[in-house]
């Protein structure tokens, strides 16, 4: 899969609520929840004048209220852009990396998942992430707007919940997102149960490859992907106006 395709996949798998395309930018906008949402996604530089993108930029996020931020992804040719927004006060944040597998259908015994709701979904979510409540009304904004194939997936062990995570198929990808497991149980391998979980109900919805992100400095996170199959396609940063 081009590269471009599973970010505009990635886009779909989590919708802005205001999304803009200036020549090869993707401006995008959600109250403030999660940097991928709220910020200019460089996909193409050719067509711009590096003042003149930033000055877009940031006119469009003080519009709304929000720090100028750019995504910078690592196969776009964007060392003199960054290098321009380095000198403009823009301060580097949050390497991230994008992980992709292949998949195919496999005979192994799967654990039972529950698919809930968005709005029961969030509530497990919160429960095992202890997550800040006051942010979760434009997260559940961002998942009610997903127009794709979506399960909102919680693992149960014993009665209890356990693990949560979202998984989208937008064009034949399945994206992962927030995958968590509650801080009582973790490495007991409950977010591999999950995950296999997730891969098979996203080859039945006609997936082929799977994606997810993860921050480059989560170690564990990515020591797991990768037990799983997942190997890093590219990744991304930050630029955010200091």
């Keep these: 899969m081009q590269l471009e395709s599973l970010e505009r996949a990635a886009f779909s798998a989590w919708p802005a609520y205001e999304q803009q395309e200036l020549n090869g930018v993707v401006l995008r906008f959600s109250e403030g929840y999660t940097k ?7 996909l193409d530089l050719n067509n711009w004048q590096y003042p003149e993108l930033a000055a877009q930029t940031e006119d469009f996020f003080k519009e ?31 390497k991230s990396l994008v992980m992709q597998r292949q998949l ?18 969030l509530a497990s979510f919160v429960a095992l992430s202890n997550a800040e409540l006051g942010r979760q009304q434009a997260h559940l904004a961002i998942l009610e707007r997903v127009k794709d194939k979506i ?17 989208v198929v937008h064009n034949h990808s399945l994206g992962i997102f927030d995958l968590v497991t509650s801080a009582h149980h973790r490495r007991k ?7 296999d979980s997730l891969h098979q109900w996203g080859v039945s919805a006609g997936a082929n ?12 996170a990515i020591a797991l992907y990768e037990k799983l199959g997942y190997a890093e396609s590219y990744h991304y940063w930050y630029r955010i106006k200091g």
């Design 36 to 42: 991928r949402a709220n910020s200019a996604n460089v």
């Design 104 to 121: 195919q259908r496999q005979d192994i015994e799967l654990k039972a998942i529950v698919q809930k709701t968005a709005s029961e979904w």
């Design 151 to 167: 399960n909102y997936a919680v693992l149960i062990e014993e009665g209890e919940e356990v693990a949560c995570g979202i998984a």
């Design 189 to 195: 391998g409950y977010a591999k149960q999950l995950l």
């Design 64 to 94: 709304r209220q929000q720090p100028s931020i750019f995504r910078i992804p690592s196969f776009v040719a964007a060392q003199e852009f960054d290098q321009y927004l380095a000198e403009r006060g823009y301060q580097y944040l949050d």
């Design 209 to 220: 490859n799977s994606y997810l992100q993860v921050v480059a400095n989560n170690d564990p």
